[in-house]
């Protein structure tokens, strides 16, 4: 059974860090990409990073550059997404998603075929 499991959301003042993982199992993120999402309430699902785990290629939305990091241990089937000087509108549900090597780099959530059940991000001013 494919499944993924996100964790090390909280809640953190404007300027703090998290670290989010995302947990694999079931399949092997060597074979596919892994997505960071994220959405807050009344709005869509949103891209923030992705990562083809493969040849290490690294995607990342605008609102993310610089300031997020995305990284895998192949070894352990995890993805990390370390976020660094977080801002109130970085406030949201963050999910981990799965995508065929088809749709590498896509910010597009209909491209995802599993997801995790997400971890709330709190962001306070």
């Known amino acids: 059974e494919v499944q993924l499991v996100e964790s090390g959301g909280g809640s953190v003042q404007a300027g703090g860090s998290l670290r989010l993982s995302c947990a694999a199992s079931g399949f092997s993120i060597d074979d596919y990409d892994i997505g960071w999402f994220r959405q807050a309430p009344g709005r869509e699902r949103q891209g923030v990073s992705s990562?083809?785990?493969?040849?290490?290629?690294?995607y990342y939305a605008v609102s993310a550059k610089g300031r997020f990091t995305i990284s895998s241990d192949n070894v352990k089937n995890t993805v990390y997404l370390q976020m660094n000087s977080l801002r109130p509108e970085d406030t949201a549900v963050y999910y981990c998603g799965r995508t065929t090597r088809y749709h590498s780099g896509s910010d597009y959530s209909h491209d995802y075929d599993s997801w995790g059940q997400g971890t709330q991000v709190t962001v306070s001013s």
């Open positions: 990562i083809n785990t493969s040849d290490g290629s690294k």
